[in-house]
């Protein structure tokens, strides 16, 4: 594969409306228990608006009410949406995860892109969003005020 290939497209907005209105349950890669980080409030932002949110975090029990799960593969339900918290280098890893657990969508998270990941999963039929933030998406696509 490429080292650098050029970055490929997001979905277009309708694409992504239709995911998170037919999603439910979300695993954050990387999610924090500091309720002052990004990840902790975007997970807590969609368990407020009817998500599952499922934290993946190998050095804490619980998130936000929730067991933590060290790795994808240790999930023990079908996931939706991975959303990614993690830096750039770890995607692929986490996208050979994602795609063994059949979620439905790869969500690298605001200022998180790597092609070699994003490839693979659309390879492999997974939606692919990259370096864009969930919450706010869901926001301006859903109708949600901040």
């Not at 050095?59 to 067991?67: N, P, V, Y």
Request: proline share 9%; charged share 20%.
């Amino acid at each position: 594969m490429q080292a650098n290939p050029a970055p490929s497209p997001n979905p277009k907005p309708e694409h992504i409306k239709d995911l998170l209105g037919q999603c439910r349950v979300v695993a954050v890669v990387g999610l924090s228990p500091d309720p002052a980080r990004d990840s902790h409030r975007v997970a807590a932002y969609l368990q407020q608006r009817g998500f599952r949110i499922i934290p993946v975090n190998p050095k804490a029990e619980t998130i936000l009410g929730q067991k933590c799960y060290p790795d994808l593969a240790s999930i023990p339900e079908p996931v939706d949406i991975v959303d990614v918290f993690r830096s750039s280098e770890h995607a692929p890893e986490i996208a050979r995860q994602a795609v063994a657990a059949r979620a439905k969508c790869l969500w690298l998270q605001q200022g998180v892109r790597n092609e070699e990941a994003a490839a693979y999963a659309r390879v492999c039929g997974v939606l692919v969003v990259q370096d864009r933030c969930l919450k706010v998406d869901h926001q301006m696509l859903m109708g949600y005020q901040a």
